[in-house]
């Protein structure tokens, strides 16, 4: 509960038994969309509320997914790789 209360001192919102969703957005985010959800986290109606935001964090506990960080940095690479790849192309033509 420790972290918690300091999330909530500097201003961050969090909500218990709610769920992410949707988020909208035009060319990022904008908005986020939570619902209420039930023991068994179904989503329960006519309780979705949206905010105005620009980053949206996840937690569903607290043992980190380290996945979705490996395959994050794979993207950057594999980003980094191809733009390596279209500079060397465009020099090569030169």
């Known amino acids: 509960m420790q972290n918690a209360a300091y999330m909530r001192h500097r201003g961050v919102s969090l909500r218990n038994r709610h769920l992410l969703v949707r988020a909208e957005g035009a060319d990022h985010v904008e908005r986020g969309v939570v619902a209420r959800v039930d023991a068994d986290w179904r989503v329960q109606p006519a309780t979705e509320s949206t905010f105005e935001v620009d980053t949206i964090v996840l937690d569903?506990?607290?043992?980190?997914?380290?996945?979705?960080?490996?395959?994050?940095?794979?993207?950057?690479?594999?980003?980094?790789?191809?733009?390596?790849?279209?500079?060397?192309?465009?020099w090569l033509a030169a």
């Open 60 to 90: 569903y506990g607290e043992v980190p997914a380290m996945q979705l960080m490996r395959v994050a940095e794979m993207l950057r690479q594999l980003a980094t790789l191809r733009s390596l790849t279209n500079q060397r192309r465009d």
